[in-house]
């Protein structure tokens, strides 16, 4: 089945600073690619994601980039605010008979230093 | 609209007990799947529903049941439970399954003594 590998597990910036997290899948049949972030006490929210037709996608200071080729999508944000302190996960669907089946990254801890 | 709800936020129960937890979908919504989160094996996923069926599911045990109703509303279940199905769950849905994109709920704290 679908493997995917999250990096950095923890990542601590400056406000203001770019934050950058990478996931690599194993599945070349995966498909879609949702981004999402988890606050303390709070279910995962989606963020942004991206289709394998697309190379990148972007709202406002978050952006997607996918090399199929490579098998592996990073999250950018950039201007980074306390705010975005969180949990961040990524995650892959595979093609064919997998309905609904989200299989996920080990998340990434990000902190924003004011 | 009203986001994926799921009841109760919080539970306790001792080993051996069976616990069913409630989520209720965004209006429209007819897919339902339902995830395992724990601190050393991540996010999970359990099973999905769709029509009143099963379309997929995890690689989780027989304890782990769930069903779905025909508003979509769907509840999940845990026989005999195990210290370490202390955990939280949580429900995300859909419009439909290959629309792939999932809304989660705020989750279940399952903790079992």
């Known amino acids: 089945g679908e493997n995917v590998e999250q990096h950095p597990s923890t990542l601590s910036v400056q406000e203001g600073d770019s934050a950058v997290i990478k996931c690599t899948y194993s599945?070349?049949?995966?498909?879609?690619f949702p981004w999402y972030k988890q606050e303390l006490g709070k279910g995962p929210q989606l963020i942004i994601d991206?289709?394998?037709?697309?190379g990148e996608k972007k709202d406002q200071r978050i952006a997607v980039t996918l090399n199929k080729t490579a098998k592996h999508f990073s999250l950018h944000i950039t201007e980074t605010q306390p705010e975005d302190s969180a949990v961040y996960f990524c995650?892959?669907?595979?093609?064919?008979?997998?309905?609904?089946?989200?299989?996920f990254g080990q998340g990434t801890i990000l902190t924003v230093h004011p | 609209k009203a986001g994926v709800t799921q009841t109760p936020r919080y539970l306790i129960k001792t080993r051996g007990q069976q616990v069913t937890l409630s989520c209720s979908p965004i209006?429209?919504?007819?897919?339902v799947s339902w995830y395992q989160q724990t601190p050393g094996q991540g996010l999970q996923f359990l099973f999905e529903?769709?029509?009143?069926?099963?379309?997929n599911k995890g690689n989780f045990p027989g304890r782990f049941s769930g069903r779905q109703f025909s508003n979509s509303r769907s509840e999940m279940n845990v026989s005999t439970l195990e210290l370490g199905d202390s955990a939280l769950y949580l429900c995300?849905?859909?419009?439909?399954?290959?629309?792939?994109?999932?809304?989660f709920g705020p989750g279940t704290r399952l903790t079992v003594l």
């Open positions: 995300a849905s859909s419009l439909e399954p290959r629309t792939d994109t999932q809304y």
């Open positions: 991206i289709r394998s037709n697309v």
């Open positions: 599945d070349s049949a995966s498909n879609y």
């Open positions: 209006s429209g919504h007819r897919s």
């Open positions: 995650a892959a669907v595979s093609g064919g008979t997998s309905y609904g089946k989200l299989t």
């Open positions: 529903y769709f029509s009143e069926t099963q379309r």
